[in-house]
């Protein structure tokens, strides 16, 4: 079933049959553990999400012929340590929904739900330990602490002027880092060629980086139903994310700003017609060319590859982040 | 001062001067990263600790020769792992000071103080993976899971009637495990012999088991400035230890329990009559009786090994959590 749902993105196809194991391996990592744990984890499990981050690790490893019991722990490690974070994540902004699906801070308890991912990042590390590689062990764990200071910064500069660059060292530490990890871990498992590494680097950073700047684009013009959150839902918590960033550097004195976002004094309607002049700007569209950016210079390091299935795909997972209909 | 105020336990005697070098190496581990994080951390290693774990790790890899880097920034991972699950136990249990001090959830808030649990998890496994020891990794992740399941288990079984079993597996998950892994994890660095691995073992969860139920003694006996918290504050909590278990063993109808513990009917006079009989039944005699087996266990494994300055604090360090005037 899950197998049919991630079929409809074609990216998957030359690994879709390892898409399933995947799913198992990382289901086996509550077994013998407290009935809640195994209750949560499949919770989380059922509720989707796109795996992109897997399917990264598994499309390379394919593309590097890394032996499958192995490629299969490193994805399994690489999903668990990005659901981790997102079940912290809803617990700190309080969420409810995720996809749609009761949060495990809303569904049991906010106790149950630090516990929860402190269990998926032990079990993260456990596979990550189970490659045999100690490359990819201090990875995992520098790259944790990347992600993890990263929502320090985002939580304790909650509302404020923020600077591009504030804003793109954050859409790395929260994304694109763990994007890059999935890209070159594979690499220390079959040839630990530098060059390899480097390429894959830049490749997974970049697309990283596109895929969040889509998705916070997708708060401004997304479907409410698809995106599955109330629309431009960053703005009004005061989250300024790359839309608003180009709006105000072509308007750096509106005073709705420091009102709302600094200040935190909403009034939705005022913040409606602040977002209304957003969306007329021509910012969005300026976010949007920004993304294309990040996922060309990550395509022209792919395309030092050899050509290959998993290379074709590898390209159509970052061309139809891009190419969708905004 | 860190080295004077522990210069009162003279187990710490052959590694004393390793002690503010594994200061130091946990204090390094927030550099770089947001200021926030690095007060969090530098106000939690101000809070003082005994550094019962590392100290287990200084000793034995003393003991077994290791080279003095690398037993410092095990020393450091093993400590470093104990206070991330501090601060995540401390945050929901809704405890607003530990060892006299304001906890980070109380000091900073809840979010805070996920986040900085969560980067000392990244940090730790960064320090166990610097010891270059795939089987070192791969048992931190592992106790992490066994200690995070134990507390699972805890949150969600808290009041209700629980066996000498369930509680004896409880504070194995809480505090034996990890000071078998202080205990283990320096053999894998120098000998990695079985038997050294097993007796070690045998050594840290005894003497770990040993600590929990004298801390759980404490609680019932000890003077309420010298824990810093409520005398018998677990019984109140819904929480049986070892002396209500031997309690209950004799007195299995009686009808308070299920009132105040199961039912958490709290009515502090009757609670206080319960708590005096507890006293009066010598229930924590024979807790401490226990905890006397459990580290003349731990001691019987220990004096397999050869003599040495490391083996004689080793035993010190067992006998000084027995030997006091309870």
Redesign the interface.
Known sequence: MENERLKQFSFFEPIIELIPLVDAKMREQSEG??E??QDALNHLLDSGGKRIRSALTLLISSMFKVEKERMITLAAAVEMLHTATLV?DD??DGSVLRRGNPTLNSKWS???A??????L???A??L???T?S?EI??M???K??II??G???Q??NKRGRSTMEDYFQKIHAKTASLFELASIAPVYISTKNEEDVRLLGIYGNNIGMAFQIVDDVLDYVGDQAQVGKPIVSDLRQGLVTLPALYYLEENPNDPRFEKFVIEGDEKPKDMDGLIEDILKSGAVEKAIEKAREFTNIGLRALSEFADCPEKEALSELALININRDF
């Open positions: 553990s407290h809640y744990l912290h617990l700190i906010p106790g149950a630090i516990l929860t991912g402190d269990y990042f032990a079990r590390a456990k990550a330990a189970e045999n100690l062990m201090n995992f764990a520098y944790l602490s993890v200071n929502e320090v910064v939580l304790f």
